[in-house]
């Protein structure tokens, strides 16, 4: 449960991310103010109360979502946020002299954009696109709060049960080890891939 619910979490922020992220450079203003209010909001709240907003309020309003879906999408929209300042950040370190330089030869923004742009921008994302990813997996201990039985939840299910605190717990930690150590590691061979690609296309 724990890798699934962080899985389709993370498909969820980083679509989100980049919407978001996006509309944060757009050049219509309602389009800024309403990935800005979005952005404040989730990252100035407290992951906790999202979650229970999501699944204890909503219901009021007539708005009653699964517990599942209400932790994929509380935590998507939460790491969601944290991602469209990655994306933001990324696209604005691309040197304006390649956006001239391809102004210069009458390329369209678009191919402007998907051509030159987003693939070095999406090279600066990797790291922190990665240490993302290990947070939402991290993050997941919360939803056992609205009735998830995830991994944390398990650990303290068993320690109730057995009395065994320290060999739980420390069989909790190697579990989020194991899930996050392959995950870093990928992280790291995709960075030295792109590395390679960008190295390759300076022609060095």
Known sequence: MTISIAAQSMVVAIALAFVTGMARRSSLRILRQVALVYVELFRGTS?????????????????????EVTAILGLGLNQGAYGSEIVRSAIDNIGTGQIEAARALSLPRIITFWKIILPQAVIIMLPSFG?????????TALVSLIT????TFFGKSLI????????????VVIAYLTINTPLNLLVLWAERKAGHYREASRGV
């Open 47 to 67: 992951l906790l109360v999202q979650l229970f907003v999501l699944y204890f309020v909503l219901p009021i309003y007539g708005i009653r979502l699964p517990a």
């Open 131 to 139: 240490n993302l990813a290990i947070e939402t997996v991290k993050a």
């Open 148 to 151: 998830i039985p995830e991994l």
């Open 160 to 171: 109730y049960s057995t009395g065994q605190t320290f060999l739980v717990w420390a069989s």
